[in-house]
């Protein structure tokens, strides 16, 4: 199925850049043995109910999601995410640049104006369609683990969701591409960053992340929040030697996985900490 890559620069929403055709194949990665156990959309801590307790926390999907900044949180917003700041150096977030990066993307502008007093808790938060926009610490982990990769000039996210993940991704990337395949989510993406500065060098496509974008490639990272059960090869050869992919992977238990391309033909995988996503599916969803 053909994505339909559109840059995002509200003057030219309906600019059609390329079209793309990738097949997907599945690869057969031989698992590495767990590094630690414990994150996510939501984060996973073995032997914490709390932590374990915030999907139950998650409120129920909206039906009309609505994510335009809300007015009244505005005054106290930047307190509240140097609050969310130190706990994600609490909870063993170290890479200065994600941490000012967070400190800058107002997260509560990103949900619905009913939850934006939470916009800031520990949580992952409904953004509609059954989907979530993931819960600060596992935006921040992903993308440290990706930019401690080699090289940081262009990231790939497959799933913008909401658009937040892809707003703090641009605070650290020169040119950031992000797919979305549920055209609402698409469109609640679009508006929301319409509202942020320094949006010049986002692509934002509705299309099926699961092919990438060859014609755009290679990748420094690929940041994928959302759970597969393995990945496709066309996106692993997406990345440049040094690259790193970063997706959750797993059924029943999910691990966050760590691809980093080390030749033209070999990825070294690192199996990381438990995580609760929301599913990689195929295909879009109009
Ligand atoms: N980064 C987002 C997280 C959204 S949840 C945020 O901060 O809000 C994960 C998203 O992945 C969902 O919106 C879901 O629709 C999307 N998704 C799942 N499979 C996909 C695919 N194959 N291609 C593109 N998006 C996908």
Partial sequence: MASNPLTFRPHLRDAQIKRENTKLEGLGMIRKPIVSAANSNTRILSGSRNLVGDANRVAQPLEQPNCRISMNIGLNSTRMREVMVERLKEQGITNSKVLDAMLSVPRHAFVDQGLASRAYDDAALPIGYKQTISQPYIVARMVSLALEGATNNRVLEVGAGCGY??????????????????????????????????????????????????????????????????????????????????????????????????????????????????????????
């Fill in 165 to 286: 993940q892809t707003a703090v991704l641009a605070e650290l990337y020169n040119e950031v591409y992000a797919i979305e395949r549920i055209k609402g989510l698409y469109d609640l993406g679009y508006e929301n960053l319409s509202h942020m500065p320094n949006t010049s060098h986002i692509h934002l496509i509705y299309g099926d992340g699961l092919k990438g974008l060859p014609d755009v490639a290679p990748f420094d990272a690929i940041v994928i929040p959302a759970a597969g059960l393995d990945i496709p090869q066309t996106l692993l050869e997406q990345l440049v030697i040094g690259g790193r992919l970063i997706v959750p992977l797993g059924d029943v238990r999910q691990y966050l996985v760590m691809f980093e391309r080390v030749s033209e033909q070999r990825w070294e995988r690192t199996e990381l900490e438990q995580t609760r996503f929301v599913p990689l599916l195929p295909g879009i969803q109009s």
